[in-house]
């Protein structure tokens, strides 16, 4: 743990990041704390709580790699805490993460290794005309049906009649580092106006193991807009939420709503003023999904 000049623990560093953006004002803020050696759990949950954010990402040097410039292989250990409580996958805070350690220390792009509670997520920054991007692979998905009567409680909680669904995209619950209940709306409309029953919502998430529901309208072929109602996190909504865009992929593909060979682009956080876009990657013979997006700093009183 590291101390300071009296002797006592130092208070770790934390950086705030939004993912999904390269405006600060959008996408989904994360805070980073890339050294979290030494902090119990209680710590970093407080930390999250003070922070206020969707998710906070705790990172400490790994075993198989040292975490330093020039490392071959930067890895780390991660955890992720709302601020209520911890959770086992989070796609925009590893984004965040992956390019505040190629900012910081003139580290610059390269690949990470981030083992987290859900299992090995691999991490590559690139930087394409100024903007530093980050790519996660998923851990191996996998999609599951959704019992009709816990779709019928969300669809209460959500105050969604059952005629307001898209036919097209059936109800699963998907997960790819974490779990989501995927709830297609026929309409934009729908989509945009969401005013939930926070209680009621959270206990039935709760009851499932979900993190956050995956709330979506299909644009286009490849396009779609999604919301994330996050009431388990203590957030009424998530404004970019990576672990659930990747489930999304998973589910597409296993429902042939996209070839297996596929790029999406799901717009994020429109209905909140923090607009954001991921880009999910679907690759024929590999199971696993990939997610990408910029990252940049928040500036110091933002």
């Known amino acids: 743990m590291t101390t300071n000049s ?29 050294d979290a050696a030494g902090l119990d759990d209680a710590a970093m949950l407080a930390i999250a709580a003070e922070l206020g954010y969707s998710e906070t990402a705790f990172l400490t040097p790994g075993v198989g790699g040292t975490g330093a410039p020039g490392s071959s292989e930067r890895s780390y250990s991660v955890r992720y805490f709302s601020p209520k409580a911890e959770v086992p996958f989070c796609g925009h805070a590893t984004v965040a993460s992956a390019v505040a350690l190629a900012e910081r220390d003139g580290a610059g792009p390269g690949d990470y290794v981030f083992a987290t509670r859900a299992g090995t997520v691999p991490v590559t920054v690139a930087e394409a005309d100024g903007v530093l991007r980050a790519t996660l692979t998923s851990v191996a998905p996998r999609i599951e049906e959704a019992a009709p009567d816990d779709v019928t409680e969300a669809l209460g909680a959500l105050g969604w009649a059952p005629g307001e669904l898209d036919a097209a995209l059936p109800p699963r619950i998907a997960f790819a580092g974490a779990r989501h209940l995927v709830l297609a709306a026929a309409t934009r409309a729908r989509l945009a ?27 286009g072929e490849f396009d779609f807009h999604v919301r994330d109602p996050f009431p388990v996190g203590g957030v009424v909504e998530d404004p970019a939420t990576g672990a659930a865009a990747a489930a999304f992929g998973a589910y597409a593909r296993d429902l042939a709503l996209v070839p297996a060979d596929a790029v999406l682009t799901l717009h994020q956080g429109e209905d909140m003023g923090r607009p954001g876009v991921l880009t999910v990657t679907l690759r024929d013979g590999d199971a696993r999904v990939r997610v990408s997006g910029a990252a940049v700093r928040i500036p110091p009183g933002a």
């Open 6 to 34: 009296a002797g006592f623990p130092a208070a770790p560093e934390v950086l705030r990041y939004t993912a999904f953006a390269t405006d600060p004002a959008g996408g989904n803020p994360a805070g980073v704390v890339p």
């Open 193 to 219: 106006d969401l005013s939930y029953d926070f209680t009621r919502l959270e206990a039935l998430m709760r009851r499932l193991d979900l993190t956050t529901l995956q709330l979506v309208w299909r644009s």
